[in-house]
């Protein structure tokens, strides 16, 4: 059985005509509900405490977030808008995450999926951008590791987009290994392979930027090939997954062409490997659309984690097996895996 977390403030947080609205959610919970919610548990999960989010926001940011709410909304760049709703949103949309990551490592759970907005991968530690306010995923990540005794927490995104934010949160940091699939070029303009973190994070950051045009022989062979090697090794004690459904060969804001039954595959090579080395699952909801696309996308990738048929090998292609010995290197030069 798995967890859904939802909440219906997810759907008051009003972005007008914008693509990333509140009909997202309806369209998710209308495909699972004529699914008949398949090994799915429903739950409201808590408002993000304050604590959780400093964790990975400064003080000044959280402020500045409920401030704005507060005086009723209004603009934060021309991708990014509050109303006075907002802000219950954005503190159950992290809240979730965080809840999300408590359920799993106390054994309550076999994966949890947070269906709700705002999303969170492009939100920094001190700015909100790319209709995201708090990085709901970097939330769960560092409460697992704070508050859940996690070790190591992987965070996969396969958002079309890169997530600048979850990059620059754990930039620095040697327990949170981020490894993300997206389009280049392609907003936000970050992502490079040269990018690997710095510090003691230092190549603790795995950015594969795959072409437009990418399908399911780019981000599915990039999961078998590459990050599942390194996850073999690492061990993480979590796996959250930040999962846009903008890589959909229908969705209007990427060039990729995924189908619903890709997504599905991608899950199920996740939910093995995870089994593998014993961490669970948790998926945080970023992009997507195209609300058939995300709607059908979500409803596979659920039924993918709840045990669905066997993950599919696919040969790597060239731009994987470059990915492959890229990283491979940089595993070499590190020697942390």
Do not use: K
């Not at 991968?121 to 996690?150: P, Q, Y």
């Not at 796996?239 to 959909?248: F, K, N, P, R």
């Not at 669905?308 to 696919?314: I, K, L, M």
Request: one cysteine or more; glycine letters at 12%.
């Amino acid at each position: 059985m798995g967890l859904y977390l939802h909440h219906p403030s997810s759907l008051r947080h009003d972005t007008g005509p914008h693509p990333e609205n509140g009909g997202r959610i309806t369209a998710i919970e209308a495909a699972l509900e004529e699914a008949g919610w398949p090994s799915l548990r429903r739950a409201d999960p808590p408002p993000a405490e304050r604590s959780w989010l400093t964790r990975v926001h400064g003080a000044g940011h959280v402020d500045a977030i409920e401030q704005l709410c507060a005086a009723g909304g209004g603009a934060i760049d021309l991708d990014t808008v509050v109303v006075r709703e907002s802000w219950e949103a954005a503190l159950r949309a992290a809240g979730a995450a965080a809840e999300g990551a408590r359920a799993l490592l106390a054994g309550e759970q076999d994966f949890v999926f947070c269906g709700l907005r705002p999303p969170g991968h492009h939100a920094e530690s001190n700015r909100a951008m790319g209709f995201c306010l708090f990085n709901n995923a970097a939330v769960g990540a560092a409460h697992a590791i704070a508050a859940c005794d996690a070790a190591r927490v992987l965070i996969l995104d396969w958002d079309v987009h890169h997530g600048n934010g979850t990059a620059e949160i754990f930039d620095r940091r040697a327990d949170v290994l981020y490894a993300s699939i997206h389009q280049s070029p392609l907003y936000p303009g970050t992502g490079a392979a040269s990018e690997t973190g710095s510090g003691a994070g230092a190549g603790m950051t795995l950015n594969m930027p795959v072409p437009p045009g990418a399908g399911a022989d780019e981000f599915v062979g990039l999961l078998e090939h590459v990050v599942a090697p390194v996850v073999r090794r690492w061990r993480p004690d979590l796996l959250v997954v930040s999962a846009g459904y903008d890589a959909h060969a229908a969705d209007p804001l990427g060039s990729c062409l995924l189908s619903d039954h890709d997504y599905g595959s991608m899950a199920a090579v996740v939910r093995e490997l995870g089994q593998e080395v014993g961490a669970p699952v948790m998926v945080c909801l970023e992009g997507g659309y195209d609300r058939r696309a995300l709607a059908g996308s979500v409803v596979e990738t659920v039924h993918a984690l709840a045990g669905g048929p066997p993950a599919v090998s696919v040969d790597p292609t060239p731009l994987v097996a470059a990915t492959a010995d890229r990283v491979g290197a940089l595993d070499a030069w590190r020697g942390a895996l």
